[in-house]
């Protein structure tokens, strides 16, 4: 039975990937996090129990942690997800972004090959390095376009560069010293166990409060949106039949202005819960100043991973959006504890 590290699996994308690889029962899954302010072992209550999987509270930042880990579990691949993520706390503090994102990307690289150097010939070819990343590191488009793989990086957020450093980090691995990796840039994700920072679960929770809905500048900036679900079997698919040292862009061919996304959820309130307010949800929607550097849209070409490994997204944005808010309703401790205690819905990002 193969044994995959799964590093930042208690975050959001992370835990979703172990629990996907959990259920497929063949599998035994090391989980790698250092336990940072997003991450939430409770994200994986479901699956925590299995004797097929282990947590190991760690900093990618410690190479001698690191190299201890692929000794002791020596895995058959690594799909590395510890990041620094939300792009109005890398404004507020860059510095977490560059410790994490590339430090800790270049201690895993440089474990990683030594370890792989170790194992036996057999082992090696089947053995595999996967970096995900985001669109981010593309930059901004503007009314038309989309990203490509070979689309040139143009990072304008410390957040984005930090990525576009690790992704460049990675691709030099494998040029230079032959190490098997394979490197995912996604779209925008939303699902559920998604930190209460980012817009969708923020939007769903303060419409479920009857509070404003604070949207950034005219709420003209677009976004590629997929379900998290769809970006994990992507992964999972990469992980198994992707072509080393190549790059594939996961979209969900959904692009929505904020604005649009907002709405949707408001809609979807008005139907759910028609009379928890007195007004249409719409009309909490309130305007404030914009984040710094806003990438005006993005937008991912999927034609390489669908040609290729054949996967396409599957669910739609109202079907998704629609599951979304009722996970939250449903789950209305998990996220009531984090308000609690981490984060109280504030505005993040302004300089």
């Known amino acids: 039975m193969k044994t995959i590290i799964v590093t930042g699996g208690a975050g959001f994308i992370g835990s979703a990937v ?4 959990i259920n497929e029962k063949v599998f035994n899954v090391v989980n790698v996090d250092k336990l940072t302010y997003a991450a939430n072992l409770k994200n994986l209550k479901n699956v925590m129990h299995s004797n097929r999987y282990s947590f190991v509270k760690m900093d990618i930042c410690d190479l001698n942690k690191i190299k201890d880990l692929l000794e002791n579990y020596k895995p058959d691949a690594i799909i590395h997800l510890a990041a620094e993520s939300h792009v109005d706390r890398s404004i507020d503090g860059p510095r977490e972004f560059i410790n994490t994102n590339i430090i800790g990307t270049y201690n895993l690289l440089n474990a990683a ?26 930059g901004s488009l503007g009314e038309s376009g989309k990203f490509l793989e070979t689309t040139a990086y143009k990072p304008n957020s410390p957040y984005a560069a930090s990525k576009a450093a690790s992704d460049l980090l990675v691709r030099s ?29 923020l939007m769903i929770i303060k419409a479920y409060k009857g509070e404003p809905l604070p949207i950034y500048g005219k709420g003209e900036n677009v976004r590629d949106w997929i379900h998290v679900d769809d970006h994990v079997d992507a992964l999972l ?45 719409r009309n909490l929607i309130t305007y ?33 959006i629609k599951r979304t808010i009722k996970w939250y309703i449903d789950n209305k401790i998990w996220w ?11 505005r993040l990002g302004k300089i």
């Open 18 to 21: 172990v629990r996907a690889l």
């Open 113 to 138: 090959l030594n370890y792989f150097k170790t194992i036996s010939d057999n082992r090696r070819k089947g053995f595999r390095f996967l970096h995900v990343s985001t669109d981010e590191v593309y």
């Open 173 to 201: 691995w494998y040029k230079t010293y032959g190490m098997p990796v394979i490197i995912s840039n996604c779209s925008n994700n939303y699902g559920y166990y998604q930190f209460p920072e980012k817009l969708i679960p």
């Open 237 to 281: 698919l990469i992980l198994n039949k992707g072509k080393l040292g190549e790059t594939y862009n996961i979209g969900g061919n959904c692009e929505l202005s904020n604005y649009d996304v907002v709405q949707y959820i408001c809609d979807e309130f008005d139907e759910l819960f028609p009379n928890s307010i007195n007004v249409p949800h």
């Open 288 to 320: 404030v100043p914009d984040r710094p550097g806003h990438d005006f849209r993005y937008a991912i070409d999927s034609t390489k991973i669908q040609n290729e490994l054949g996967w396409k997204a599957k669910e739609s944005i109202k079907s998704g």
């Open 336 to 346: 009531e504890d984090i308000l609690e205690k981490k984060y109280k819905c504030q």
